[in-house]
């Protein structure tokens, strides 16, 4: 069964240092979301792309966050630099098309300490 | 007012029995509506879902959608300790391409 992966699993790092995770969609997923979970609340939108087009970034914070999907597959986040408050389960989920169901991948739990 | 409402628990039922878990929406337009499940420390995985009103089976598990009052539910029949966990409403409004989820309600099965 076809699976979204994403690397690291876990990453601690100390604030105002850079991370960036990794995400491969499901095989032939034009949608690509990179969603952010905080302990106790539902996972919060960052970023959608359709293929290698950003859709909506409008809850990203720009000035530490970015996102690529430069050929329409895999995609990377980054934060720089990081923050304490930014300690947080990081989550991608793919969709064949959007408005359709979305699968999870394992998830980046980030602490920032 | 959030897109998305559930109750966060916990709810607690006894193994064997129906577990309601109940999630309302703003948007009267909303078109999808899913239910995933999340265990603690792992990522969401789908349940089901519902597009039409009425009842969608699968299984032990049931989801109840009614637009007109703006609410989409999920029964778990016959409830088992390996339920236990966090079940999230995910809604996807009219027009949109965003998903929004709700905070999840807690469940634990007793054995």
């Known amino acids: 069964e076809a699976e979204v992966a994403q690397s690291p699993r876990y990453k601690i790092t100390e604030k105002s240092q850079a991370v960036a995770f990794w995400c491969d969609p499901i095989?032939?997923?034009?949608?690509l979301y990179w969603y952010r979970q905080i302990l106790g609340q539902g996972p919060e939108l960052l970023v959608q792309f359709q293929d290698e087009s950003v859709v909506d970034d409008s809850q990203l914070p720009k000035d530490r966050f970015s996102a690529e999907r430069l050929k329409g597959v895999d995609s990377t986040l980054k934060i720089q630099p990081a923050e304490l408050g930014d300690s947080a389960m990081y989550l991608c989920?793919?969709?064949?098309?959007?408005?359709?169901?979305?699968?999870f991948g394992p998830g980046t739990r980030l602490l920032v300490l | 007012q959030k897109e998305v409402e559930q109750n966060s628990g916990p709810l607690s039922v006894p193994e064997g029995a129906i577990a309601s878990l109940n999630c309302t929406y703003s948007?009267?337009?909303?078109?999808?509506f899913f239910w995933y499940r999340q265990y603690s420390g792992k990522s969401p995985e789908l349940i089901m879902f519902?597009?039409?009103?009425g009842d969608k089976e699968d299984g032990r598990f049931t989801a109840q959608l009614n637009k007109a009052s703006q609410y989409v539910s999920l029964l778990i029949r016959d409830s088992q300790p390996s339920d236990s966990a966090t079940y999230l409403c995910a809604v996807n409004p009219s027009g949109g391409n965003q998903f929004y989820f709700g905070t999840g309600t807690s469940l634990t099965v007793i054995p």
């Open positions: 989920a793919s969709s064949p098309e959007a408005q359709e169901t979305q699968y």
């Open positions: 095989s032939g997923h034009a949608t």
């Open positions: 948007d009267r337009g909303s078109q999808s």
């Open positions: 519902i597009y039409s009103n």
